[in-house]
């Protein structure tokens, strides 16, 4: 009678990769709790601060109801969402060329070369690390205040903000019609607006109407700090105490902003 001998089982060897992964994920867990205790400790984060005034933003909030909504606050309260409207809506379309010229440069399928490419980017970048409100503030010291300011400031950040976009979206573009170009004999500009402008149309106006979107946000905030707009209404009502006018105010901003949300999303749906 023979006895069948088990096998004999082999040791798996450790990869050292693991252990690696296991020593790096540890210590980026340590670092980011590291870093919360001390955004925590910076920034005086203290929920409790919230208990104690629940009182005072309970009379907030019941100074606040009922709203204002007599005919003068309606009237005012729907002129100045007009021109928050009109603010974002040139802020948005004025920077269109602007962003388009950069984009172009910034796009290492459609640059000319690499100094070009490097200024462009630089330019994009500069626009779009200033905040929106940081511009409207320079500007209502230059011209003033009024919506005019929040154009020009929403103006020079979107064109930083769209001009990149834009460049991201020409460089995944397909480079079989552009190459088909190049090998016809067409120029650069050739190329751009008959190649890669009409490959990346779709994306380009998904990008402008997103972008839309949030420079109407944008122009809210702005008029806090003078450039006209809803904003202005509100940050008056709030300095004076009308909290019955400012809720006026922002259920108006909350209309517009809603249907220009189903505006876009209508418009994105027929362009798909």
């Known amino acids: 009678m023979t006895h069948s001998t088990a096998p004999t089982r082999l040791e798996v060897p450790r990869d050292p990769k693991t252990v690696y ?36 933003m309970a009379n907030f909030i019941s100074e606040a109801f009922p709203p204002d909504l007599s005919a003068e606050v309606l009237q005012k309260g729907i002129e100045g969402a007009l021109t928050t409207l009109w603010i974002g809506l040139l802020g948005t379309t004025v920077s269109v060329p602007f962003a388009l010229l950069l984009a172009v440069f910034a796009a290492r399928t459609t640059t000319p070369n690499q100094a070009v490419y490097q200024v462009a980017r630089g330019i994009l970048s500069f626009f779009r690390a200033v905040p929106d409100i940081v511009f409207a503030l320079i500007f209502v010291t230059a011209v003033g205040l009024g919506p005019f300011a929040g154009v020009l400031a929403l103006i020079c950040h979107n064109t930083g903000v769209m001009g990149k976009l834009w460049a991201e979206a020409m460089e995944d573009v397909d480079q079989g019609p552009e190459q088909a170009l190049r090998t016809a004999g067409a120029s650069r500009w050739q190329v751009v607006a008959n190649a890669t402008i009409p490959n990346v149309l779709p994306q380009l106006t998904g990008l402008l109407l997103y972008r839309f979107d949030v420079n109407v946000r944008s122009s809210l905030v702005l008029g806090l700090v003078g450039a006209g707009g809803i904003g202005l209404l509100i940050n008056k009502a709030i300095k004076t105490f009308q909290f019955d006018e400012m809720l006026t105010y922002l259920i108006i901003i909350l209309i517009v902003i809603i249907a220009v949300d189903l505006a876009s999303a209508w418009i994105r749906k027929r362009l798909q």
């Not at 709790?33 to 929920?47: D, G, K, S």
């Not at 601060?49 to 009182?55: E, K, Q, S, W």
């Open 21 to 56: 992964r296991a020593g790096s994920w540890s210590v980026i867990l340590v670092v980011l709790i590291a870093l919360h205790v001390l955004a925590f400790q910076a920034t005086e984060f203290r929920p409790e601060a919230l208990v104690t005034g629940a009182r005072g």
